[in-house]
């Protein structure tokens, strides 16, 4: 009894034995690396270049005084839509004390004109109803009396200007209301009630009172690399993408591309220009920074790969084919002729099929035992 169980106990460790030198042997055994396999497949391929800049509108006006003086009234602000000649501000004039001494000094010597001339007047009047003058001499008291008042009246006039900015008869047609020159909406009022104002002229652009623009007439304003102005043309369709409107997109046509580039950050790049269509009820912001995707060659249905999946040999271009099963794949070297590439899938003209299984990225051990536990 005791040499039967002597026996078995050798059994059972050389069973022991044999089990775990077999675990450690499958253990250190290396593992063939597995890698996943992509068809061809069909589909459109766009090569574009995408420009940075700004939706801004075509035309936007700086109303600016034509007189000098402090804001008594504004009558909009940043939001409003306006009319051409819709009153924007009032301006009160600040007189010079030289010109406005010299104008009261007009005044006095014209009125004291105006009474001599008056008193010669009546006294030839009353000579001339009695046939003691001539009417010549009648005539021409009654012309310096007439000229006296017109002296009087302009002189009078002159100080109001230069008080006031404004006469008596023509209170609509003052330079101390300012007017929109355009239909539009008021962009911005830099202004305050008070603030001087200076006018525009020769020497001096003007305070700006208000910004208006015609918010239906925007475009685009970008940059282009030299590298790609000469692959686009006026007329090309472009469409926009606004950073601050999410999920919408713009179309728009490049009408303007500037002759002449701009060194900016090292590189040469070409100001472009593009009307913007706007659908009805869309509304833009002035400012808005916009990425304009330009299409410079576009494909259809055409056999493409994911472009990570092409290797290089010198200047020619393969990729591996699995030419053995799943389970023992077997790759073999195949060069390619490739065609339009939009930077994620590329054309393959020659050297594929629908049903090639291309070579991809190696697949990690551990998340492939975990695939095989989920499918378990």
């Known amino acids: 009894m005791k040499k039967v169980l002597r026996i078995l106990g050798i059994i059972v460790l050389i069973g022991a034995f044999g089990g775990t030198m077999f ?68 301006i009160k004039i600040i007189p010079d004390m030289v010109m406005l001494n010299s104008a009261e000094t007009r005044v006095n010597r014209a009125n004291i004109n105006n009474e001599d001339a008056k008193i010669s007047y009546d006294r030839q009047q009353k000579l001339f109803d009695k046939d003691v003058v001539s009417y010549e001499e009648f005539k021409r008291a009654k012309l310096e009396y007439d000229s006296s008042k017109e002296e009087l009246a302009s002189a009078e006039n002159n100080l109001e200007l230069i008080k006031n900015g404004v006469t008596k008869k023509a209170k609509s047609a003052t330079n101390t209301l300012v007017r929109s020159t355009i239909d539009g909406m008021v962009l911005d009022v830099p202004i305050e009630v008070g603030n001087s104002v200076i006018q525009a002229n020769t020497f001096n652009a003007g305070t700006t009172i208000a910004s208006v623009a015609d918010m239906d007439d925007m475009i685009f304003e970008g940059n282009v690399d030299e590298t790609e102005v000469g692959k686009i043309k006026e007329g090309m369709p472009i469409q926009l993408e606004i950073g601050a409107i999410d999920k ?49 060659e576009r494909k259809d249905s055409v056999m493409v790969i994911p472009e990570g999946l092409l290797k290089f040999d010198n200047d020619s271009s393969y990729v591996e084919i699995n030419i053995g099963t799943l389970e023992e ?29 291309v070579k991809g990225e190696k697949i990690d051990p551990n998340k492939l035992r975990e695939d095989e536990a989920t499918n378990d």
């Open 248 to 296: 919408e997109k713009f179309d728009a046509f490049l009408e303007y591309i500037s002759p002449k580039g701009k060194e900016e950050n090292g590189a040469i790049q070409f100001e472009i220009k593009a009307n913007v269509h706007l659908k009805e009820g869309q509304f833009i912001r002035a400012g808005y920074s916009a990425n304009a995707n330009i299409v410079l």
């Open 23 to 90: 675990f450690l042997y499958n253990k250190s055994k290396t593992k063939a690396d597995v890698f996943e396999t992509k068809n061809p497949f069909v589909s459109d391929v766009e090569m574009k270049t995408v420009a940075t800049g700004s939706v801004v509108p075509r035309y936007e006006i700086e109303i600016k005084p034509q007189v000098s003086g402090i804001i008594d009234e504004l009558f909009v602000v940043a939001g409003d839509h306006i009319s051409k000649g819709q009153v924007v501000a009032r």
């Open 329 to 357: 794949p077997n790759y073999e070297k195949r060069f390619v002729e490739t065609g339009l590439s939009d930077g994620i899938n590329i054309e393959i003209t020659e050297g594929l099929k629908l049903e090639d299984e």
